[in-house]
């Protein structure tokens, strides 16, 4: 890592969010210089101890602020990512940076190109500030890596942080960084955001380009903004979305202004909350703080009823099935030429998706369609569904990387599945001190909606504003 020159990491810096920044960038009051230089000097003082970052380079970032610092002195303001340091997932493609989607078959490669994710942040005048590690390929809910050692939570460095987007989550909490993407095809933004206590959105299928990014499973692969509120999730993403013809997921609709109904509160809204499943095998703690999180709502003037889903279990044996059969699907050339450069860890799990019958996964994706249809017929009623994140905390790094793995995403991947909003807010803390998530699920498309309901719950609380004491 390209040591930065000079800097310190102010306190008033760190832990600011997008919307405090932005202004001060705006009005010339905040070089983007000096704050890449904060953010720089923190990384370097602080990723020994986390592992976020698979790679920094501070000339790079250094050189962006300074071309966003002249351009906002000229006059020309993009907007409020414009000089502002974001992470990077290290499964994004970036021109001539190193892309390793955390694994060995991708330890070499330096894109001539970027992806849609990362064109869209340079279009707004975001500073890339370093790519974050990952899980291998995306595949797990640890972010504990064979070949780039172990990612730890800020909150107790004995534990992971979740995954797979795992080092955007800890950059975020950590004060590292004020913004950065990750990616979802089962839990890999959501639930790495709840146990690190920050805010992880995954969007509509379709709302958010995949072009350019390294896939795991085609269908349920999601792009999105992870940060330390959710009104910066909505300034993430509004930069985010819209059609890309690169993409034939990505749906051409219009983007709303994300930003815009923000501060319309939860009167009158109709909330229902799921207890079924999504409670089945939940950390008492957990399920505590989260029917706390559902009274905060309705004491702010929302109904929350019970509600039933049509069969949950069933929708995440689908989602494990069909991550099984893509991710081998997606890559079937790399498990025939370089198996050696596969852990041994998945390769077995790849092996197993590549045996798996056609006729099963065929059916699957007749009862995937059946599922989805109901659940939105029942959000027909709804203006959003509230669960957890995920029914266990961040769990040891030493343990077996199996244990919890289907509790881990047991609440989450059902909207992949369906291709539901789906966003995770802080909303507690076990008595040992990891932090809890809050879902909140959507109609498709209205991402508006969920962001919303996530604000007023934040406005009414103060569990985001919390930091881990290692952190101070």
Request: proline share 8%; net charge negative; aromatic share 6%.
């Given at each position: ?62 050189a962006a602020a300074r071309r966003a610092e002249a351009e906002i002195a000229a006059g020309y303001w993009r907007g409020p990512l414009h000089g502002m340091p974001i992470a990077v997932k290290d499964l994004f ?187 089945d095998d939940c950390h008492p703690e957990i399920a505590q703080a989260v029917l706390r999180a559902a009274t905060v709502l309705r004491d702010l003037g929302a109904t929350i009823d019970d509600i039933e889903l ?24 790399h498990r025939r030429t370089r198996p050696q450069a596969i852990s041994p860890e998945l390769h077995p799990i790849l092996e197993v998706g590549a045996a798996v019958p056609a006729s099963d996964y065929l059916q ?109």
């Amino acid at each position: 890592m390209t040591e930065p020159a000079g800097g310190s990491d102010e306190p008033d810096l760190v832990w600011a969010t997008i919307g405090e920044l932005a202004p001060r960038l705006a009005a010339g009051t905040l070089s983007p210089v000096a704050l890449c230089e904060a953010l720089l000097a923190r990384i370097a003082r602080l990723d020994s101890r986390f592992n976020a970052f698979v790679t920094v380079d501070a000339d790079a970032a250094l050189a962006a602020a300074r071309r966003a610092e002249a351009e906002i002195a000229a006059g020309y303001w993009r907007g409020p990512l414009h000089g502002m340091p974001i992470a990077v997932k290290d499964l994004f493609a970036t021109r001539g940076v190193r892309t390793t989607a955390g694994s060995r078959l991708f330890e070499t490669w330096v894109p001539d190109f970027d992806a849609a994710v990362v064109e869209r942040l340079h279009a707004a005048g975001a500073v890339m500030i370093g790519k974050t590690g990952m899980h291998e390929l995306a595949y797990g809910s640890t972010s504990i890596n064979p070949y780039f050692g172990a990612i730890r939570n800020p909150w107790n460095t004995d534990c992971h942080p979740g995954g797979s987007s795992g080092g955007s989550a800890v950059a975020l909490s950590a004060g590292m960084v004020p913004g950065a993407l990750g990616s979802d095809t089962g839990c890999s933004i959501r639930q790495p955001a709840a146990v690190c206590g920050v805010v992880g959105l995954k969007p509509t299928f379709g709302r958010v380009s995949k072009f350019g990014a390294v896939p795991l499973a085609w269908s349920l692969d999601h792009v999105g903004p992870m940060t330390r509120s959710v009104a910066d999730a909505a300034l993430l993403l509004q930069a985010l979305a819209g059609f890309d013809p690169r993409d034939p997921c990505t749906v051409e609709r219009p983007v709303p202004d994300y930003s815009a109904a923000l501060d319309g509160g939860v009167r009158g809204l109709r909330l229902g909350l799921v207890r079924s499943y999504f409670f089945d095998d939940c950390h008492p703690e957990i399920a505590q703080a989260v029917l706390r999180a559902a009274t905060v709502l309705r004491d702010l003037g929302a109904t929350i009823d019970d509600i039933e889903l049509p069969d949950m279990a069933a929708a995440q044996s689908v989602g494990v099935l069909s991550i099984l059969v893509e991710a081998a699907t997606v890559h079937a050339e790399h498990r025939r030429t370089r198996p050696q450069a596969i852990s041994p860890e998945l390769h077995p799990i790849l092996e197993v998706g590549a045996a798996v019958p056609a006729s099963d996964y065929l059916q699957a994706q007749r009862l995937r369609r059946q599922i989805a249809t109901a659940v939105v017929g029942a959000l027909e009623r709804l203006d959003g569904i509230v669960t957890p994140t995920t029914p266990v905390p961040a769990t040891p790094i030493e343990a077996t990387p199996a244990a919890h793995a289907t509790l881990r995403y047991r609440c989450t991947i059902p909207f992949n599945l369906t291709g539901l909003p789906a966003i995770s807010v802080p909303c507690g803390f076990t008595t040992s001190g990891l932090p809890i998530g809050l879902q909140i699920v959507g109609r498709p498309f209205d991402e508006a909606g969920i962001l919303r309901i996530a604000h007023a719950f934040e406005r009414a609380t103060e569990w985001h504003d919390h930091r881990p004491p290692i952190c101070q």
